[in-house]
């Protein structure tokens, strides 16, 4: 018994996570802008549940492998009366990255996995199967990022796919404002 108190008493109680870095990105109405980042500059995320809590619905559990890598953070506001589009290039074609965006409230700063509820989520990565009559490239994309009658602070993630922790890639934010 005393050998099994003296090794419980070895194993770290609690785990620390580097703070993350975020990246400020400034959404261009009407237009699009660019940023080049690599995936090492990211963290790993050991916690993935807030994704598929009911309060998020960022992606299934059954998806998590696809999200296992790295991520880099970035964080903007999407204006009143705008609809943003995300997508990342991964520089290496054969390099698989998925990416991932969610809207809070604008004074919101909160970062995943602490992440007890989101207004959107949206979710990019590659498919399991086929697609009838749409094919998919090394590209990855979130849609459907909306404002309506408030701006909202979107949080972007890019990760690699099944622990990937390096790769150069390009995140393009195109934004369409009325």
């Not at 549940?49 to 903007?76: D, L």
């Amino acid at each position: 018994m005393k050998t099994i108190l003296t090794l419980l008493l070895t194993i770290p109680i609690f785990t620390c996570m580097a703070q993350p870095k975020v990246s400020e990105i400034k959404p261009v109405p009407n237009g699009e802008i660019s940023y080049v980042a690599n995936l090492n500059e990211g963290v790993i995320l050991d916690d993935l549940s807030w994704a598929w809590s009911s309060q998020n619905a960022c992606f299934p559990e059954t998806q998590k492998k696809k999200f296992t890598g790295k991520h880099v953070f970035f964080t903007g506001i999407i204006p009143k009366y705008s609809e943003m589009e995300v997508t990342v290039i991964p520089k290496d074609k054969t390099k698989n990255f998925s990416i991932y965006a969610y809207e809070i409230g604008v004074d919101n700063m909160r970062l995943v996995p602490d992440l007890d509820r989101c207004i959107r989520c949206e979710a990019g990565h590659k498919w399991d199967r086929p697609v009838r009559g749409k094919t998919q490239d090394h590209t990855r994309k979130v849609t459907n990022l909306v404002a309506i009658n408030r701006p909202y602070r979107v949080v972007i993630g890019v990760t690699g796919a099944d622990g990937l922790s390096e790769g150069d890639f390009t995140l393009q934010v195109s934004m369409k404002t009325r």
